[in-house]
Nanobody
Framework: QVQLVESGGGLVQPGGSLRLSCATS????????MSWYCQAPGKERELVAV????????NYADSVNDRFTISRDNYKNMVYLQMNSLKPEDTGMYYC????????????WGQGTQVTVSS
């Protein structure tokens, strides 16, 4: 069974940090591009960061560039999102997505972890 399980969310003050984790199983992780998305209430789900299957390339939304870092461990089948200098507008449900590197029609989603940035 394919599983993606996010963890690490919570309540944090502006300027604080969180590290999100996504534990995966049931598919060949090293062949999948991994992404983090955020969905705030009343808004569309937006791409935050993406990392290539081998981990050699990363891309970020302009709003999080220089603050967030996506990484992966292809031996542990894990992907991470280090979130620094958090802002209230970073608040939302964060989802982990796996996308087959050779066919973007194949993808899996986790159930999400809530991040709330508030003073």
């Amino acid at each position: 069974q394919v599983q993606l399980v996010e963890s690490g969310g919570g309540l944090v003050q502006p300027g604080g940090s969180l590290r999100l984790s996504c534990a995966t199983s049931g598919f060949t992780f090293r062949l999948y591009r991994m992404s983090w998305y955020c969905q705030a209430p009343g808004k569309e789900r937006e791409l935050v960061a993406v990392i290539s299957s081998a981990g050699g390339s990363t891309n970020y939304a302009d709003s999080v560039n220089d603050r967030f870092t996506i990484s992966r461990d292809n031996y542990k089948n894990m992907v991470y999102l280090q979130m620094n200098s958090l802002k209230p507008e970073d608040t939302g449900m964060y989802y982990c997505k796996a996308e087959y590197a050779y066919d973007s029609r194949s993808e899996y989603w986790g159930q999400g972890t809530q991040v709330t940035v508030s003073s």
